[in-house]
Protein backbone atom coordinates (compact mmCIF):
# COMPACT_ATOMS: atom_id res chain seq x y z
CA UNK A 1 0.00 0.00 0.00
CA UNK A 2 1.15 3.35 -0.87
CA UNK A 3 1.21 6.28 1.14
CA UNK A 4 1.99 9.83 0.21
CA UNK A 5 2.59 12.65 2.78
CA UNK A 6 3.08 16.21 1.21
CA UNK A 7 4.65 18.49 3.23
CA UNK A 8 5.26 22.76 2.75
CA UNK A 9 4.83 26.39 3.42
CA UNK A 10 1.48 27.38 4.51
CA UNK A 11 1.74 30.29 3.30
CA UNK A 12 3.76 32.06 0.40
CA UNK A 13 4.54 35.71 -0.56
CA UNK A 14 3.64 37.14 -4.21
CA UNK A 15 6.61 36.41 -6.53
CA UNK A 16 8.72 33.74 -4.48
CA UNK A 17 9.24 30.63 -4.95
CA UNK A 18 7.24 27.61 -3.47
CA UNK A 19 8.33 24.17 -2.73
CA UNK A 20 6.69 21.06 -1.55
CA UNK A 21 7.67 17.74 -0.47
CA UNK A 22 5.70 14.77 -1.19
CA UNK A 23 7.15 11.80 1.08
CA UNK A 24 5.94 8.03 -0.05
CA UNK A 25 5.84 5.04 2.12
CA UNK A 26 5.22 1.42 1.20
CA UNK A 27 7.81 1.43 -1.66
CA UNK A 28 11.01 3.32 -3.34
CA UNK A 29 10.50 6.07 -5.75
CA UNK A 30 12.24 4.51 -8.49
CA UNK A 31 10.05 1.28 -8.41
CA UNK A 32 8.34 0.44 -11.99
CA UNK A 33 6.20 1.77 -13.62
CA UNK A 34 4.89 4.41 -10.93
CA UNK A 35 4.21 8.02 -11.92
CA UNK A 36 3.95 10.38 -9.36
CA UNK A 37 1.88 13.41 -9.86
CA UNK A 38 1.39 16.81 -8.48
CA UNK A 39 -2.08 17.90 -8.96
CA UNK A 40 -3.99 21.16 -7.32
CA UNK A 41 -7.26 22.41 -6.75
CA UNK A 42 -7.78 26.46 -6.45
CA UNK A 43 -10.71 27.59 -4.49
CA UNK A 44 -14.10 27.00 -5.93
CA UNK A 45 -12.23 25.28 -8.97
CA UNK A 46 -11.54 22.13 -10.29
CA UNK A 47 -8.33 19.66 -10.17
CA UNK A 48 -5.46 21.42 -12.24
CA UNK A 49 -2.71 18.62 -13.44
CA UNK A 50 0.79 20.10 -12.73
CA UNK A 51 3.08 17.52 -14.06
CA UNK A 52 4.98 14.24 -13.08
CA UNK A 53 8.15 12.41 -12.45
CA UNK A 54 8.54 9.13 -13.72
CA UNK A 55 10.02 6.11 -11.70
CA UNK A 56 13.13 6.34 -14.02
CA UNK A 57 13.19 10.40 -13.12
CA UNK A 58 11.72 11.46 -16.59
CA UNK A 59 9.13 13.80 -15.80
CA UNK A 60 6.39 16.25 -17.97
CA UNK A 61 5.14 19.80 -17.26
CA UNK A 62 1.66 20.93 -17.93
CA UNK A 63 2.42 23.70 -20.94
CA UNK A 64 0.68 26.07 -19.05
CA UNK A 65 2.96 25.70 -16.08
CA UNK A 66 5.95 24.37 -17.84
CA UNK A 67 7.75 27.77 -17.60
CA UNK A 68 7.73 28.18 -13.62
CA UNK A 69 7.65 24.21 -12.73
CA UNK A 70 10.41 21.88 -11.75
CA UNK A 71 9.64 18.25 -10.37
CA UNK A 72 12.67 16.64 -8.65
CA UNK A 73 13.08 13.61 -6.55
CA UNK A 74 15.23 12.45 -3.60
CA UNK A 75 15.41 8.90 -4.23
CA UNK A 76 17.62 8.98 -0.61
CA UNK A 77 14.14 10.38 1.06
CA UNK A 78 11.80 8.92 -1.20
CA UNK A 79 10.68 12.29 -1.57
CA UNK A 80 9.21 14.01 -4.72
CA UNK A 81 9.55 17.48 -4.71
CA UNK A 82 7.45 20.36 -6.84
CA UNK A 83 9.01 23.90 -7.05
CA UNK A 84 6.66 26.73 -8.35
CA UNK A 85 8.71 29.87 -8.93
CA UNK A 86 7.27 33.36 -9.19
CA UNK A 87 3.98 32.22 -7.79
CA UNK A 88 1.02 34.85 -8.03
CA UNK A 89 -2.08 34.79 -5.43
CA UNK A 90 -3.74 32.76 -8.42
CA UNK A 91 -1.41 29.72 -7.22
CA UNK A 92 -3.92 29.50 -3.93
CA UNK A 93 -4.86 26.00 -4.39
CA UNK A 94 -4.54 22.71 -1.95
CA UNK A 95 -1.74 21.25 -3.69
CA UNK A 96 -1.78 17.13 -4.18
CA UNK A 97 0.85 14.16 -4.80
CA UNK A 98 -0.98 11.09 -6.28
CA UNK A 99 0.65 8.48 -7.76
CA UNK A 100 -0.37 5.97 -10.54
CA UNK A 101 0.82 3.18 -12.64
CA UNK A 102 0.41 5.22 -15.70
CA UNK A 103 -0.25 8.32 -17.69
CA UNK A 104 -3.40 9.99 -16.05
CA UNK A 105 -3.94 7.22 -13.65
CA UNK A 106 -4.10 8.51 -9.77
CA UNK A 107 -4.38 5.64 -7.83
CA UNK A 108 -2.73 7.05 -4.89
CA UNK A 109 -3.73 10.74 -2.80
CA UNK A 110 -1.92 12.60 -0.68
CA UNK A 111 -4.28 14.44 1.69
CA UNK A 112 -3.57 17.80 0.11
CA UNK A 113 -1.63 21.08 1.76
CA UNK A 114 -3.21 24.30 1.38
CA UNK A 115 -0.87 26.94 0.09
CA UNK A 116 -1.85 30.23 -0.03
CA UNK A 117 -0.25 33.29 -2.15
CA UNK A 118 -0.35 36.34 -0.03
CA UNK A 119 1.37 39.71 0.87
Known amino acids: QVQLQESGPGLVKPSQKLSLSCTVS??????????YNWIRQPPGKGLEWIGYIRYSGDTYYSPSLKSRTSIYRDTSKNQVTLQLNSVTPEDTAVYYC???????????WGQGTQVTVSS
Open 26 to 35: GGPITIAYYY
Open 98 to 108: AVGGGVCEYDY
